[in-house]
């Protein structure tokens, strides 16, 4: 039996633990919607959330709001409307902008996904065993990373140890 490599790693692999769990849990939500026949994607369920509080917001908001990259809230509103769940058009004030709300077929699913949303928050705390502790710590990281970026962090410690 081969060992776990990320784990014995600890901290020196945090990234890849990060994304092997981020990874598990979106391949079984994925699978528990393709058992239930709902046809949306786990990285899907910020946006409808965002929209549903919001009504409606330009791509470069929502981006922003979740502190991801422009273009990678473009590929998933784009996939979003191609299933019919978000309507987007011009911005009146501004034709550059891209006006994003949710579609009908949105809103009648909603309360569906919230049941399940629902239990997927209670799956979670259970999972932390109601221990929240984890998120004080990932506000730490997100504070520190957007002050300082990794990659000034770790060119200062390269340069430091090469001495150049």
């Not at 990932?138 to 990659?151: A, Q, V």
Request: glycine share 2%; aromatic share 10%; charged share 30%.
């Amino acid at each position: 039996m081969y060992s776990d490599l990320i784990r014995e790693l600890g901290y020196k692999a945090l990234d890849s633990r990060f994304k092997r769990i981020s990874d598990r849990m979106a391949h079984d939500v994925r699978r528990f919607y393709k058992e239930f026949d709902i046809d949306i994607e786990p990285n899907w369920y910020l946006i409808f959330m965002l929209l549903q509080e919001k009504k409606q917001l330009p791509i470069s908001a929502i981006a922003e709001l979740l502190g991801y990259a422009h273009p990678s809230v473009a590929i998933i509103v784009k996939k979003m409307t191609e299933k019919g769940y978000l309507n987007v058009k011009k911005d009146s004030k501004d034709m550059r902008k891209q006006m994003v709300s949710l579609s009908d077929k949105a809103l009648e699913i909603l309360p569906k996904l919230e049941q399940i949303w629902h239990s997927c928050e209670k799956a979670i705390l259970k999972l932390l065993a109601h221990d929240l502790t984890i998120l004080q710590y990932l506000d730490n990281i997100d504070e520190e990373l957007k002050s300082n970026s990794f990659l000034n962090r770790f060119k200062q410690e390269y340069l430091k140890s090469s001495n150049l």
